[in-house]
Each structure stands twice: as structure tokens, then as C-alpha cells.
């Protein structure tokens, strides 16, 4: 029975809630803690004084943009352009034919 199932690990907290208590619990968690990473120091023969200069040594700017700073500045306003104007055929300057000239055909098409 190891503790590779979420169900298993939701059980074994649920019986420590009811043997320790809501209140004592946090601090079990506490000296827990406490007494691994003591246990961690002397493994290791560091003592907290010499973690603590390597630590805030090199300070450096946090991978994640703070909260409170926007991501992207917002986009510019697009300039408002006038509307394209549909183009227009070019007049053309051909001649108007002769009043004239096209009635006589048609005159002469009706005496012949």
C-alpha cells in the first residue's frame, strides 16, 4: 500500500485530523519542517548563515511580470482615412454624328 493513490494520501490526512485536531496540526507541520531541514544542515555541514549571502548575492529580475505591471502597451488608434472613391469611366470626346447625314440614308432607303 504506497502512497501513489490521491485517495490514499486523502485518508491518511483525514486520520490525522481526527487523532491530532485542526489546531495542533499546523504546528506538527511546523517542527516537522523544522527538524528536516535541520536534518538537511547536517547532511549538507551548511549552517543557514552561509545559504543566506549566496542567496540574496546576485538579486535578478523575476521570470514572471508582476501583477500590477501591464503585459503589453494597448495599440495605437488607426488614423481615420477617407473613403476610396469608385473611379469613373473617362469621358470619351468622340464626335456626335450629323443629324443631317444620318437622315439622308434613311431617306433614301424609303424612295428606293
Known sequence: ????????????????????????????????????????QSITGE???QQQPALTASPQQPAIPSVNQPVASPPAPVAA?????AAQPAPVDAPEPDQGAASQPAAEQRQG
Not at 81 to 85: E, G
Open 81 to 85: 482615412q477617407p473613403a476610396p472613391v
Open 1 to 40: 500500500m504506497g502512497l501513489d493513490n490521491p485517495l490514499h494520501i486523502a485518508f491518511l490526512v483525514v486520520i490525522l485530523l481526527l487523532v491530532f485536531g485542526a489546531k495542533r496540526l499546523p504546528e506538527l507541520g511546523r517542527s516537522l519542517g523544522s527538524g528536516m531541514r535541520e536534518f538537511k
Open 47 to 49: 549552517s543557514p548563515a
